[in-house]
Every structure is written in C-alpha cells, then in structure tokens.
C-alpha cells in the first residue's frame, strides 16, 4: 500500500533527523545520522517480521513480558537486605530483570492461540462437552463432497478454515490457468455452501506459523495446537500427519467404506461400457465408479447384461468387481453352498455306496 510505505519513509526520516540534531553517540553528526537510519531500518525489519504474526501472539508476548517484569521486580525488592553494592548481587538483580521478562515473552507468543475468544470462552465451561475441532484442507474444499457430507448431518464439531488456506484457495481462483481458476473458484462456492447451512458451525481461524512455509505442515501444526483433526483426501497429507501423530479423516476412505458389498455368486446388472485387456473380457462401472470386469462379455459392448459374479478385490485405491457374463444355453454356476454333501459308506455286502446328505440312512433292525 503506497499510504503504508509513505509512513515508513518518514518514520526512517523522523528518526535520522533526531538522531542528527540530539547527537546520542560522541562523534559527528554524519556519523549520528548514519546510526539513526541503522536503527529505523532495523526497526522496519522488525515491523515487517511482526506484521505477519497473529495478533493473539503478539498480544499473549507483550502480556507474558510484563508477567515476567512484575516477577523480577518483585524478586529484586524482596532482596533489599543483600549487600547491593556486591558485584555479584548486582548481577543476580541483573540477570533477573532480563531472565523473566524473556521467559515470559517467549512462552507467552508461544501459547497466545488463547486469547482467542472461543478459547476464553471456553475456560470458563466448567461442565460443557469439548469443543471438536475439523480443519479443512484445500483438497477436500475443492474436492466438494465434505459439503455433501456436512449436509447429511454426520460431521459434528466445528469446521475450522485457516487463513492460510483461504489465501492459497484465492491464488488458485486467481490463476491464469483456466483449469485451475475454475477449480478454486469451485472451492470458494463450496466454501459458501457450507457457511449457509444450518447447524454447521464454521470458523475462520486467524493462526498462521510464520516459521513453516508448506502448507500441508501448517495444518499439522494448527491440528496440534487446536487438537483437531485433519479432513482431506490427500494421500501425502494423510500419511505424514499419521507420522506426527496428528488423527486425519480422509474422504477417500469415507466414500470407499460406503460402497455396496458384493458377495461371489450375486447376480448384478451393469452396463458393458468398453472391451477389457483381456481376451472376450467387457468392462462396465457401477454408479459409484467402481471397475466391473466381466468375461465372455466383449461382444456384449453397448448393452445391457445380468452377470454373475465370481471374485471381489479390494485395493488402497478402491474396489474391482470381476464376474461373467452367462450366454443363453449355458450352465448358471451353482454356489458352493447349495451343491449337496456327499458322503461314502459301505453296505451290509462290504461293497461301497454314495448317499447325499438328502438321502435318509437306512435303518437298523
């Protein structure tokens, strides 16, 4: 902004323009204007820096610091009957003034996410459930189906959307790629969806670790400092999270866990959609996008067909159904189970005979 950098200017010119007239070092005025626009750069460093931090922590640093300078003043006054003119009680006082002060701003920047006012709030809850917290990920957002999930009723707690990756989803939606622009504008829909339903509870979370670059470690970081979990559909996400011991829900294996079961032997219309890599094989797909491999079916192609089918398999990346086509005059294959015991014995002559389970045992006179 031009009004920001505007002030800064001056700001370096007010304090070189101060630092030349009040001459703080004992030499001259060039060299006191050179140390004064050393320190107003140094100063707009700082500045810069800041102005990317949370201002929770920035707040929960300046409040630790005085906790830890009220501790040391304390300490140094209760000290009054030491020997103050001691070089070594002078440095006791010394280093207890710097000590607490730092100790108290570090911790206080490092836990500052509670002086957010949901987890002020939440202090004072002495017997209310605890919060649950799902943070969102760019993928899942884009994705679409956590909104139809939301919709149903079987996401509970409070969807949290940090900053961070609303940022990432606008740079997506401002791409001049038009594949990406559409799908991050998709996202942003998605996001608007889900805000104007009821009894979903979104939050917009203000945290940012200035210290972490990816993403993906932004989240774990917030996931830890929130005791969230994480929803995505990103494979990576998923397994490095896992790593750092941060719980993830993964769309993918939500939709894969809601398909239908097939057992071998069902019989299942489908519609032969293409010929497979196999001989005489067709390949047809359900309507959640599972794969049907079907034999004797390649030139069933176009229409159609009732299957049997003869083997499920079940992979990390879904679900392939195998069966076969059963043409006109040939056999249907009988299940294991309705194909009759069998069982040998010996009659009263020694030879042996074959009765099935069917067949009543004679009996004994």
Known sequence: M?????????FVAVVAYTSAILLPLPVGAIANLAFGLVLAALVVLFESRLRETAITRVL???????????????IVT?????????????????????VLPYLGLVLGAKHGEWLEPSRLLSLFRASGPQRRYKILDTSVIIDGRIADVCETGFVDGTLVIPQFVLKELQLVADSADSLKRNRGRRGLDILQKIQKMSGVEVMISDLDFP????????????ARTLQ??????????????????VEVLNV??????LKPVVLPGEIMKVFILKEGKEYNQGVAYLDDGTMVVVDNARKMISKTIDIVVTSVLQTTAGKMIFGRF?????????????VPA?????DDNGRARVRTAATPQPQQT
């Not at 031009?2 to 001056?10: D, E, T």
């Not at 210290?211 to 917030?222: Q, S």
């Not at 069998?342 to 010996?346: C, G, L």
Request: aromatic share 6%; hydrophobic share 50%; proline share 3%.
């Open 326 to 338: 059963i043409e006109a005059g040939m056999p249907a294959p009988v299940p294991a189970a309705a």
């Open 211 to 222: 210290e972490v670059r990816e993403v993906d470690l932004k989240l774990i970081e917030l």
């Open 78 to 98: 209760g000290l009054f009957w030491a020997d103050t003119g001691n070089q070594r009680v002078e440095f006791l006082h010394s280093i207890t003034l710097i």
């Open 2 to 10: 031009a009004w920001f950098a505007l002030a800064r200017v001056v």
């Open 252 to 257: 993918n294996e939500l939709a894969n866990s």
């Open 342 to 346: 069998v069982e040998r014995e010996k």
């Open 60 to 74: 929960g640093a300046m409040i630790g610091c005085a906790i830890g300078l009220g501790l040391a003043h304390t």
């Open 228 to 245: 969230g979990k994480i929803v995505t559909n990103d494979f990576n996400l998923n397994k490095v999270a896992q790593l750092r011991g």
